[in-house]
């Protein structure tokens, strides 16, 4: 325990004043200024000395300056107690960012969060369930980096037009001597319990309030033991090395003018080489907020940055509120669709299996874009995770009207037909460019290799990949179920049941597909209970 220099009573870290405070005789202090020996003599030790607390069920630690805390439960696993395990040394940090946000600012955020979907699950706005927050110190490597010698870059030429919807683009490499000192930017987390998935999420924090690491900032904390072998996180850490590396070469004006006089720009998708020599590392700390949701052998996290208040968290939708919006939202649009058949004698039948269509195809396409999109944000792969294009949107409401223009009557009956067959033709087919242009990032999930995944990515690749069967069959009927309904329209030659009969069985495959899609959300936002072994580094799935 750290005590007061005063009156020898425990200290606690305060987040608004920055400050380690007595609650018995009110003083306060700056955490670098305590002397040595209040620390029990742990400043003056090459290790940082601390009281580890161990789960029974999954086997992480977690470290404290207090041996009178009681962590209640495990925050990896959620089980229901960890032990005090005895005094001990680990590595000592370097340095440390310390809380900036409070566990108050910290629940508002994560409430926040929640509110924004309706459709997360009753049980994730707990206010006890909140209350579970905990503050936690993770660890992060730093590394000095000195990126000298011959380097090879990929280069680009800017996009020509060559022809009718289609440019060319001329691809080069160069080599460049170069020589950059790298610092900071290639922190990497370093825990061994604490998922990349997450740590990316809320990701990157201000290097520029990091501290010489005092025990002090850790009261009323807990602190991630970590692993001490720095350069098991070096190869990690190379792409953000070779981000600064981008950047200062962008810098450089004479290499910046050589480059864009010939019209070229770095090509950082290409295998590109840099000769990296690690010069130094450095362990820090960083803070986070750290919730868990135990429920049967699965558990959900929710985390903050106790820096910046960025949040990431695993927030399954709820099933049955899904259900319940997507009943009364197709109850009402096709309530309205087929009262305006039966009672609108201008509208007939045709158009109402029309929009149905329309709908249906629409509907579909924006499901499987949050499928592709829940992949990409899970890879960090920018292409997988991009938005749905604006031109779908507006191709999908062009056909609806065209649509509606070609198959209602009208006093202009003749032009109204002609207008509306050739916005429903070309929309059509740009709606199909983009079908084929989804399908086409659909196929590139299977071709993503598990390895080198994090836990939780490689779950939620691996459930995807299995999705993705069941779900290409289902997608599949939609668009034959499509090319029939648009046969029929066409032809206009069937009795108004079969309408009526196809728009309700168009209905009823978006539907479908939309529970399917609620249970693949739900299911991969579950993660498996970890455990690790006594080290804490490996994930044991028996």
Not at 92 to 97: A, D, G, S, V
Not at 204 to 228: H, I, K, M, V, W
Not at 239 to 259: F, M, N, P, T
Not at 405 to 412: E, P
């Amino acid at each position: 325990m750290i005590h007061c220099p005063t009156c020898g009573s425990g200290l606690r870290f305060d987040i608004a004043s920055q400050k380690t405070v007595c609650d018995h005789c009110r003083n306060s202090f700056e955490p670098e200024s305590l002397p040595d020996s209040v620390y029990d003599d742990a400043d003056t030790a090459q290790a940082f000395e601390g009281f580890a607390f161990m789960c029974p069920d999954c086997g992480a630690e977690l470290m404290t300056t207090d041996s009178n805390d009681a962590v209640g439960f495990c925050p990896y696993c959620g089980g229901a107690s960890v032990i005090h395990d005895r005094l001990r040394q680990e590595w000592k940090p370097n340095q440390i960012i310390p809380f900036s946000i409070t566990k108050e600012q910290c629940k508002e955020i994560y409430v926040k969060e929640v509110k924004k979907n309706i459709f997360v699950s009753r049980k994730y706005r707990d206010p006890q369930l909140i209350e579970g927050f905990r503050g936690i110190y993770m660890p992060y490597c730093s590394y000095r980096t000195l990126v000298q010698g011959n380097a090879r870059f990929g280069l680009h030429s800017q996009e020509k037009d060559v022809g009718n919807y289609y440019y060319e683009t001329e691809n080069y490499y160069t080599d460049l001597n170069i020589s950059y000192q790298v610092e900071d930017d290639s922190a990497h987390e370093a825990s061994l319990a604490f998922d990349d998935h997450l740590s990316d999420q809320i990701e990157p924090y201000d290097t520029n309030q990091l501290r010489p690491f005092s025990p002090g900032y850790l009261c009323g904390f807990y602190a991630e033991t970590g692993n001490d072998d720095a350069y098991e996180y070096a190869s990690a850490a190379e792409d953000k090395i070779k981000e600064s590396v981008y950047d200062e070469l962008e810098k450089d004006a004479v290499i910046r003018s050589e480059i864009s006089a010939r019209g070229l720009s770095f090509d950082k998708s290409v295998n590109d080489f840099m000769p990296m020599q690690l010069q130094d590392s450095n362990h820090r700390l960083y803070p986070v907020w750290f919730m868990s949701y135990r429920r049967g052998n699965k558990i959900t996290y929710a985390t903050v940055n106790g820096q910046t208040g960025k949040m990431a968290a695993d927030l399954p939708l709820s099933p049955l509120r899904i259900l319940i919006a997507i009943l009364g939202f197709s109850a009402l649009l096709f309530a309205a669709l087929l009262c305006a058949m039966q009672f609108l004698p201008t509208i007939p039948a045709t158009t109402t299996l029309g929009v149905s269509t329309a709908l249906s195809l629409t509907g579909m396409y924006i499901m499987q874009h949050s499928f592709i999109s829940t992949v990409g944000k899970t890879l960090h792969s920018k292409e997988l995770s991009a938005r749905i294009p604006f031109m779908f949107y507006l191709a999908a409401l062009a056909v609806t009207v065209g649509i509606i223009l070609f198959t209602t009557d009208g006093t202009v009956q003749q032009y109204r037909y002609a207008v509306g067959f050739f916005i429903t033709i070309v929309a059509g087919v740009t709606l199909f460019k983009q079908h084929i242009s989804q399908s086409s990032l659909t196929s590139r999930i299977n071709r993503i290799s598990l390895d080198g995944l994090s836990m939780q990515q490689n779950g939620i690749l691996a459930e995807a990949k299995r999705f993705k069967i069941i779900n290409g069959l289902y997608r599949a009927s939609i668009y034959i179920m499509a090319l029939v309904n648009i046969g029929t329209i066409f032809t206009d030659t069937a009795a108004k049941e079969i309408y009526f009969l196809l728009s309700v069985v168009a209905a009823v495959q978006l539907f479908g597909l939309a529970l399917m899609h609620i249970f693949f959300q739900s299911k991969v936002a579950m993660r498996k209970l970890p455990q690790f072994n006594k080290k804490g580094a490996l994930y044991d799935e028996n």
